[in-house]
């Protein structure tokens, strides 16, 4: 697995597929340093977290993790994300969860994800979630004082909408390098919805969060959820058997937007598993049957 370039006007690289730390708790450090030497191992340098991840609590075990061994942040990429406000956290007593692309926040939680990750830098810093009362000239500008003083390298976006994506990169000078969104074979609908299309557009690779439709794929009881792994389990025995996770990763991986996929396995076992999705070799017919099954409904 290698390195690619986010976006053509970008500079940023990320591995092909990003480890999601979200589940990330109650490790020890040298368990976290184990995870990310295997994960190296195979070609995955990028981390995905964000400062509500565990409550607060995930990117501290990540951060004593790099404490233990600081050589491991020079072979890393560290994706973190911030605006949501969870209820009764640190950065509020309300009642209540809500948003905040404010400066003052946005600047806030780049500091406590630093912390936190006894780190000096992120090299990728997400808006986790669209924010009604978003201002895209103040967002700018916190931005720009994030680059300036050397604390986040690149800056995206995350659960935006294709219009959404839009309306920042039309009001704002630093540009945007990707949008993470959810997409699997059970959750089709950036399929339709425009935000491949807008990817495209664009010039990113969207990272793409959930894409084994959290376990879903492989328990769930619902109809559609049955039928779905059905056809999974028809097309990996045409594949010779393939794991069925590394179907659902490679339907992802076909589409020409090139996404990003991040797994949220903590097992070592699993990781490579995954890994071993770039070798699956699925034609547009097998594809397509998996999208048919997904939205319970034959092509127009």
Known sequence: MKKVKVARHSELELSELILGFWRLKSLEANEVIHLIN???SLGIS???EADIYGNYQSQTYLGRALKEQPSLRDKIQIISKGGIVLSGSRFSKSGIGFYDTTEKHLMQSVEQCLSDLQTDYLDLFLIHRPDVL???QVIDSAFKKL???GKVLHFGVSNFT???FDLLCSQMETPL??????WSVLHHQPV?????????KHGIRPMIWSPLGGGQLFTGNSPKQIEVRKVMQDISEELGGIALDQLALAWILKHP???????GTLKTERISSAAKAFDVNMNNEQWYRLLIASQGAPMP
């Open 177 to 182: 390098v990707t949008n993470q969104i959810e």
């Open 147 to 149: 680059k300036q003083q």
């Open 38 to 40: 295997h994960a190296l």
């Open 162 to 164: 294709p219009s959404q």
């Open 192 to 200: 339709y919805d425009g935000s491949l299309d807008s990817a495209l």
């Open 257 to 263: 937007a090139k996404a990003l996929p991040v797994i």
């Open 134 to 136: 978003m201002d895209p």
């Open 46 to 48: 990028s981390i995905d």
